[in-house]
Each structure stands twice: as C-alpha cells, then as structure tokens.
C-alpha cells in the first residue's frame, strides 16, 4: 500500500486520537515495554506523522508497527473507538512494500502457500485433537454433507494448548444437536496471518 492510499484510508481515522491515554493500560505489549512507541496512540502518531510527512519508514517505525498483537483490546478501551488494529495493519502493507518487515513473515507465507497452515504441518492432521475425545468413532465429525461446516483454523488444530476449542465446540454442538461437519484436511488457513503481516495480496483467491 502506498503512501496515497494509507492517506486516504486512514487520515480521518488517526485523527480521531486525541492522545489520552487510556488505552496504555489494556495494551499488553506497552505494559510489557512500557515505551510510548508500543502504545496504541504512540503507534497513531506515528501513522499520522508518516501520512503528513514529518516522519518516514524506517527500522524504528517498522519495530513500533510491528510489535502490535493486533488484539483490538485499545480500540475496546478508546471512547472515539480508533480502530488503531486496522490502522496498523495498513501501515504494515507499507512496510511490506518498502522492504521493511520481519524475515519470519516470509517463513509464515510459504508455509501457508506449501502446506495450508501456519506451522508447516501435514494438513492432513487437522484433526488430531479428536484423538482427545474418548469413546469417538473413527471418522466422526467428517460428514460429506451437513447443515454446518465447522471451520477450526490453524491454531485450534495444531496448537495442543488451543486444541480443547473444538473438542469442546464439537460437544456442544452435539448436545445441541447441530448437524455439522468438519473439513479435515480439505480446510486451509483462512489468510489472516497473512493479512496481519501486511501480505493480503499472497492470499489465493
């Protein structure tokens, strides 16, 4: 994204920051740095400041943007709700363009392009945490039709930590008795990790 487009898009937004603060203490990343440039309206200043030309990408901007979780916690905390998540997600495709980025986004981007996920799994695997589950059938969950497809996502489906997510959506489902199915390995990265990165244009339409 070039410096016109960001102007356009984001101007009218950034300007909404009037600086007060209170989103300090709901960002997770300033309470850990505690530097004003990892605070939300640290990073609306200095989008606001690339777009008015007072202040240029660099290796120090490109640190501030990118050390954003991108949790959407300031915006929940702001009273002009500055959408400081998308603002940041824009500035990022800025840097993308000016060769300004983390090298581990380059990893993450062919991993989804080679094998669909995050973490460089077989995607075949995408169900392993019905392993977890006792007393399943084998197969269970993977129908060829249903009223519901239940789209899991990378990190619920490789992460052991995130992995309780389906198993116990899967239960209420069932309880509730919901006819859904999974898409096993015929699901793919949905392209958010892609779009955080300031990559959207490698997701394949």
């Given at each position: ?9 984001s ?12 989103c300090l ?15 939300p ?13 007072r ?5 120090d ?6 050390s954003?979780?991108?949790c ?13 998540k ?9 840097l ?13 981007a ?17 169900g ?44 209420i489902m ?5 006819d ?22 490698k997701?394949?339409?």
């Amino acid at each position: 994204m070039n410096i016109v487009k960001l102007r356009k898009l984001s101007y009218d937004e950034v300007a909404k920051c009037n600086k007060c603060g209170f989103c300090l203490p709901n960002c997770p990343v300033y309470l850990v740095e505690g530097k004003e440039s990892s605070a939300p309206r640290g990073r609306n200043a200095i989008t606001r400041a690339v777009i008015e030309e007072r202040l240029g990408w660099s290796e120090d901007t490109e640190k501030a943007i990118f050390s954003c979780l991108g949790c959407g916690a300031c915006t929940a905390a702001c009273f002009p709700k500055v959408e400081t998540k998308e603002l940041v997600f824009r500035d990022r495709e800025c840097l993308v363009g000016e060769g300004l980025y983390p090298g581990i986004a380059d990893r993450v981007a062919k991993s989804i392009e080679d094998a669909h996920n995050i973490s460089d799994d077989d995607n075949e695997d995408r169900g392993e945490w019905r392993e977890f589950i006792k007393d399943l059938p084998e197969g269970a969950f993977e129908k060829k039709q249903a009223e519901v497809i239940f789209f899991v996502g990378c990190v619920a489906s490789f992460f052991p930590m995130a992995q309780k997510i389906p198993m116990h959506m899967s239960h209420i489902m069932q309880r509730a008795e919901v006819d859904f199915t999974i898409l096993g390995g015929e699901e793919w990265c949905c392209g958010f990790p892609l779009i955080g990165a300031g990559m959207p244009e490698k997701i394949r339409r």
